[in-house]
């Protein structure tokens, strides 16, 4: 009997089981996944998995690289004993990758779980295979290191994103056929279609959708009627390449083209605040970005903190904390909506803070206008990726987001680059980082 036909008569049948049997059935991952969650045949050098939210690529990534170390069919037919695990950042590996609810801690049977040793970042299993942890914040970790197998996780979002897959590349070189999955909702970027055109990568796509069964239906029913056929939608729970808004202000390849390392010296920085408009959940937001100048008027923008569900005193800590790492001259913020509060909330945080007001006196998008040119003129960089930030930026158009949603990394950006850029200013001392 197919493998389709087993799972459909024992998920119609679980009611007949004893209690104890179910955490078994649990283990039996070729009965419970999808068609898009298991491996071509043959396999190919390089698995890409797309999906939504929810839709079940950890669980595909994770059962990967069980398969693999323990040499199970369909994914190897014998161990492969060295696994890189590489994500967006250490956390995000040790939370998602290992420890998180589809995680591989969570998918083994107790004779066949790997040791987990925080202290080394590896996970070791009773065989001997081992997976070691690496982050795209750090490409220099990945020189040195040889896989046989390696499992990169959320790729459209590192930092580093070429460099630290080159030098995952060149340690791809243990066994007679190295192998590589990548899950990663879909964004634009250069790496990411580069690959879908590549004949040596297998291609798998899922839907926030087709993973409901294993999701609160709230979640589902909320998220289908709020983002369902939008743009923001189609990326995020479609899991489909959703290019620049054909009449936003930025492109994809205006923001590549700027992309630096960290820059050495600036002459202004400033960390600019653009508090959330209301508690609603279209508007929790609180837009944080750092951007300097340096000495030859070039702006770059350093960090984008923003953060959702925060209360007032929260973001006023984060956004002091923010000037204080930076080394900051002033914390650009946003009255029109709290008014003098806004800035007495970070007075109370701390009293020595250079606090400027900006009010807003027209939309969106004619304040974002000049700073877009500043863009097309190259003459702002990105140190680094900052993938929420740039999507914005790409969907922002003269009707706002498609979401509904409030720009605020997009607007705290504004803010930002205008204070330093646009505003009459007098000239600074040129400092180091």
């Known amino acids: 009997m197919p493998a389709?036909?087993?799972?459909?008569?024992?998920?119609?049948?679980?009611?007949?089981?004893?209690?104890?049997?179910?955490p078994v059935l649990e283990e039996f991952w070729r009965i419970w996944s999808r068609i898009d969650q298991r491996p071509t045949e043959p396999p190919k050098p390089i698995w890409l998995v797309l999906g939504g939210r929810g839709a079940g690529k950890t669980r595909t990534g994770a059962e990967w690289v069980k398969g693999m170390a323990l040499g199970h069919p369909p994914f190897a037919d014998k161990p492969t004993?060295?696994?890189?695990?590489?994500?967006?950042?250490?956390?995000?590996?040790r939370d998602v990758m290992i420890e998180g609810v589809s995680g591989l801690l969570s998918i083994h049977t107790r004779w066949e779980r790997p040791t987990?040793?925080?202290?080394?970042?590896?996970?070791?299993?009773?065989?001997?295979?081992i997976a070691q942890v690496f982050s795209a914040e750090d490409?220099?970790?990945?020189?040195g290191p040889q896989f046989g197998a390696a499992w990169s996780d959320e790729l459209a979002k590192w930092p580093n994103l070429q460099e630290s897959w080159d030098m995952l590349q060149l340690g791809l070189r243990l066994g007679d056929h190295p192998r590589q999955i990548v899950t990663t909702t879909p964004r634009p970027v250069p790496l990411i279609k580069r690959l879908l055109t590549d004949l040596h990568v297998a291609v798998s796509r899922s839907r926030t959708q087709d993973n409901r069964f294993n999701l609160a239906a709230e979640f589902v029913r909320t998220v289908t009627e709020t983002y369902g056929g939008t743009r923001l939608g189609r990326q995020e729970l479609d899991g489909e390449i959703v290019e620049e808004s054909p009449d936003a202000l930025w492109t994809r390849a205006m923001i590549e083209a700027s992309r630096e390392a960290q820059p050495a010296s600036l002459a202004r920085i400033a960390v600019a605040v653009d508090p959330p408009a209301s508690s609603s959940q279209r508007a929790d937001r609180c837009g944080l970005v750092v951007a300097g100048i340096d000495g030859n008027g070039i702006g770059h923008?350093?960090?984008?903190?923003?953060?959702?569900?925060a209360r007032p005193h929260e973001w006023a800590e984060k956004a002091v904390a923010l000037y204080r790492r930076h080394e900051a001259d002033a914390l650009v913020v946003e009255v029109n909506q709290g008014g003098e509060m806004v800035g007495s909330i970070i007075r109370e945080v701390d009293a020595g803070v250079p606090v400027v007001s900006v009010r807003a006196t027209r939309g969106k998008y004619l304040r974002a206008e000049p700073v877009a040119a500043l863009y097309a003129q190259g003459r702002v960089r990105h140190a680094g990726a900052f993938p929420e930030l740039e999507d914005e930026m790409c969907a922002f158009g003269p009707g706002g987001l498609e979401s509904g949603r409030s720009p605020d990394r997009l607007d705290a950006l504004v803010w930002a680059l205008t204070h330093l850029m646009l505003a009459p200013k007098g000239r600074p001392r040129v400092r180091g980082m």
């Open 4 to 22: 389709a036909s087993w799972a459909r008569l024992i998920k119609g049948n679980l009611h007949t089981f004893e209690p104890e049997l179910l």
């Open 81 to 93: 004993g060295r696994i890189a695990l590489v994500g967006e950042t250490q956390g995000q590996v």
């Open 116 to 129: 987990w040793q925080p202290s080394l970042r590896r996970l070791q299993w009773p065989n001997g295979a």
């Open 139 to 143: 490409p220099e970790g990945l020189r």
């Open 301 to 309: 923008v350093l960090e984008d903190a923003t953060l959702a569900g």
